[in-house]
């Protein structure tokens, strides 16, 4: 979830090209719902953040994805496309209910370094979430997947600088069950995708603020 599911869906129309014949079923939803479909042979591979911990399941590791602050476009802050973990501390945080990976994820980082620890709003999308960072709610951190699709406005995106936030994507099937040739082509063609950084939020141009996004 969170951004994942995005990228999957930009490479279906890929896999249904070289695999005419396969019958292809995306499903969207929580990381523990999409547990219990490939235990209950569901689904033939899932695509998620680590980690992931069932006796019954393997998890490989595709790629890695950093996580991005998202604030208001008028707000001060950040030099250099980037933000200070001084100028998180007292930022108020929206963020995804808790059944989303990404929120535990999000929380981890906050909890670990004190930072944005104030809870301003709590939703289950991330449009959501950028929608209400626009109107000035308070900032959020988001995957960098989510932010580089962005075609939104009144809001910029910001690493953090100095603490590199990222997460693993991974591929994740029953150990008892061979996956399908169109779940090992689809596996293959996220891994490229990671690792040629064609989710990657383009730099400031010449080093200046980050990008914002108007309309």
Known sequence: GGGIERQSRCQLGRLRQELPACELVLREDFTDALVEALLDNELDCAITSLPIDHELLKAEEIGREELIVVVPESMNVGENGTIS???L???????LE?????????????TARRVATHVV???????TIQAFVSFGVGISIVPEMAAACDCGG???YLRVRGAKVDRSIAVTWRRDRTQSRAALRLTQILRDQLA???HWLPPPAGGGAAPALST
């Open 85 to 87: 973990l001084a100028e």
């Open 89 to 95: 501390r007292d930022q108020p945080l929206i963020r």
């Open 98 to 110: 808790e059944m989303h990976c990404l929120s535990q994820q999000v929380e981890q980082f906050c």
């Open 121 to 127: 709003c709590r939703t289950t999308q991330l449009e």
């Open 154 to 156: 009144g809001r910029r």
């Open 196 to 198: 040629c950084g064609s």
